[in-house]
């Protein structure tokens, strides 16, 4: 039951995805002629030139989307990601068999399982278990394979069944990791554990990651494949015209912060006037640590490379963003501007574009380049929606878009650093990644050296491996690594 969709599916974010198939094929796009190629049985077989030439539709992207993440249709991918979602919230026991035997009702009443997409922790008071879940929808009864990846279970597998009746739940579990169960029952000595609960909430609960093995990333089983498997698609490059020439990062600690960066990540740290001191990040990518930042401000600000910032300015309030800051000018570095596209995120103008312009440095995952360990070599932005964002930077920058997963749009602006626009987490407006060869390492190094790591080093098969932590001011920044 492998499929190649996200933790947490979303059918908007889906559909965006196929609409953003259909327009770059519309294109003439390569790579999308490939994907309906290889994804939509109408194209098996067909040249390049005829693909071009058929009036394909949306059902037809979306049906190749569907395809592409192990469904055979698109209604299927539908059910399916409803499904999950349905499945969502705080479940309470109220019976449990193992191997034939109930456990007595007042031993259930302090363990319950907690579901987030595809991932679920279950807690009690002997033990925690956390892991991911895949389901199946075509089948009567539904099917259900769970991979607990933390706690006493580590690395087991089980199949099993379930039935959702709104907010009842029934699971039947083979624990050998054997034979899937027919019908819900637990009988002695076959291994099978029948279960009935009943949901007490459908928030999404938090902190539900699916758990994290007890090492680093690099020793995540790639091959047991599952929703965890992601592939990279190709952003299209950006114009090159308007890179991001420069991020300035809150330093509210400046002293703290210098000594910090320039220890783990060996960055040279000039300081210009007790509030801000500008940085020399190996691989190329101007920074700035500014301190007095006020309560609520963002934790970085990209600054868009222009030739004129008031011009600019303007047409950035034309298209629906505001102004933050007025433009004023800085002694060495030329005028800067901030302002807030239509989503509220605070960005930054800059002059000051390096001579002879940025070089071209793609996110470091998958088999892209990688840049020197220390380089800044992404940002994430919050945008509640991505695919206005995608277009309100196209326009005004000439920025490379591309819809990736549910709730992501990455961006490439044709120079310097590209990233992604985020619609998750509005709490966390901006965010740089920094390149480091082992993040499992490099966060004992944070910790070490004041900084306060963020969870566990998270690997996605495909990608890289991700990491997060705060540095001595409090501010919250990434890694990447292979």
């Known amino acids: 039951m492998a499929k190649k969709l996200p933790p947490r599916p979303n059918l908007d974010h889906l559909r965006s995805q196929a609409k953003a198939l259909l327009a770059a094929l519309q294109s003439g796009d390569a790579d999308a002629i490939a994907t309906i190629r290889e994804h939509l049985p109408a194209a098996k077989g067909m040249s390049a030139e005829q693909i071009r030439k058929t009036p394909f539709r949306l059902a037809d992207a979306q049906s190749a989307v569907a ?18 979602r349905a499945l969502e919230g705080t479940w309470a026991f109220t019976h449990l068999e193992i191997d034939g035997q109930r ?20 807690e009690s008071p002997e033990a925690a278990y956390e892991g991911m879940f895949n ?10 394979d769970i991979d607990f990846v933390a706690g006493p279970e580590a690395g087991n597998r089980n199949f099993g069944i379930f039935r959702l009746d709104g907010d009842g739940l029934e699971i039947c579990l083979d624990m050998n990791g054997q034979t899937r169960p027919t019908e819900f029952r637990s009988t002695g000595g076959v291994g099978r554990a029948y279960e009935r609960l009943t949901r007490v909430s459908n928030v999404r609960p938090d902190n539900v990651t699916g758990g994290a093995p007890p090492s680093a990333c690099n020793v995540v089983d790639h091959a047991r494949g599952g929703s965890m498997e992601i592939e990279m698609p190709k952003v299209p490059r950006g114009s090159g015209e308007h890179p991001i020439a420069m991020v300035v990062v809150a330093a509210n600690n400046l002293a703290a912060s210098s000594a910090f960066y320039a220890k783990l990540f060996g960055w040279q ?46 047409r950035v ?6 102004i933050e800051r007025a433009a004023w000018k800085l002694p060495g570095i030329g005028k800067l501007a901030r302002f807030k596209d239509p989503t509220g995120t605070i960005y930054g103008l800059t002059d000051a574009l390096p001579p002879g312009g940025a070089p071209h440095v793609p996110m470091p995952l998958g088999a892209n380049p990688k840049p020197p360990a220390g380089a800044i070599c992404s940002i994430e932005m919050y945008a509640a929606d991505g695919d206005a964002a995608a277009r309100f930077f196209s326009e005004l920058f000439g920025w490379g878009t591309r819809a990736t997963m549910p709730q992501y749009v990455a961006f490439d602006s044709g120079a310097g650093v590209g990233g992604v626009f985020q619609s998750h987490t509005p709490t966390l407006p901006a ?37 997060y932590f705060q540095d001595p001011s409090g501010t919250s920044m990434g890694l990447i690594g292979p």
């Open 431 to 467: 965010l740089a990644y920094i390149y480091t060869a082992d993040v499992g390492t490099k966060l004992a190094e944070i910790e070490a050296a004041g900084g306060k790591r963020l969870g566990e080093p998270m690997q996605m098969p495909g990608a890289g491996c991700f990491g």
């Open 269 to 314: 740290v000039h300081p210009f006037s007790p509030e801000l001191a500008g940085v020399v990040a190996p691989g190329g990518l101007p920074a700035a640590l500014r301190s007095n930042v006020p309560a609520g401000f963002p934790g970085m600000v990209p600054y868009v490379g222009v030739r004129d910032v008031d011009a600019m300015l303007a």
């Open 135 to 144: 389901i199946n929808v075509e089948t009567d009864p539904h099917e259900l």
């Open 317 to 322: 309030v034309a298209a629906g963003g505001t």
């Open 67 to 84: 395809r592409k993440t192990g469904f055979a249709s698109w209604p299927q991918l539908g059910r399916h990601v409803e499904q999950l």
């Open 103 to 122: 456990i007595p009702s007042d031993n259930l009443k302090a363990s319950r399982i907690l579901m987030d997409g595809d991932r679920f922790r279950t």
